[in-house]
Nanobody, 125 residues
Framework: QVQLVESGGGLVQAGGSLRLSCAAS????????MGWFRQAPGKEREFVAA????????YYADFVKGRFTISRDNAKNTVYLQMNSLKPEDTAIYFC??????????????????WGQGTQVTVSS
């Protein structure tokens, strides 16, 4: 059974930084893609970033390009989301997700088979 556990969320002032972690367990991950999504109150869950476990195929939503960086540590089975220059509109619950189907749309929620429980990020103005 695949388990994804996020950590690293918290309260930060605008302009600050946070690093989210997603620890994965329960299978081998060599042919998978990990994604980060977020959901603000009253809004749909939206794609933030994704990376293949090989480290290739990095994608970002336009609204985080230049501010967020996705990376992975294969030895720790962990994917990271480094978030810099945070804005109040980045406030949301952040989820990591995993897909074994590399042919599906990277930014689609339905592509991902497994989800973590989420971690709250709050950016104050």
């Amino acid at each position: 059974q695949v388990q994804l556990v996020e950590s690293g969320g918290g309260l930060v002032q605008a302009g600050g930084s946070l690093r989210l972690s997603c620890a994965a367990s329960g299978r081998t991950f060599s042919s998978t893609r990990m994604g980060w999504f977020r959901q603000a109150p009253g809004k749909e869950r939206e794609f933030v970033a994704a990376i293949r476990w090989s480290g290739a195929g990095i994608y970002y939503a336009d609204f985080v390009k230049g501010r967020f960086t996705i990376s992975r540590d294969n030895a720790k089975n962990t994917v990271y989301l480094q978030m810099n220059s945070l804005k109040p509109e980045d406030t949301a619950i952040y989820f990591c997700a995993l897909t074994t189907n590399l042919a599906k749309r990277i930014e689609a929620r339905s592509t991902y088979d497994y989800w973590g429980q989420g971690t709250q990020v709050t950016v104050s103005s």
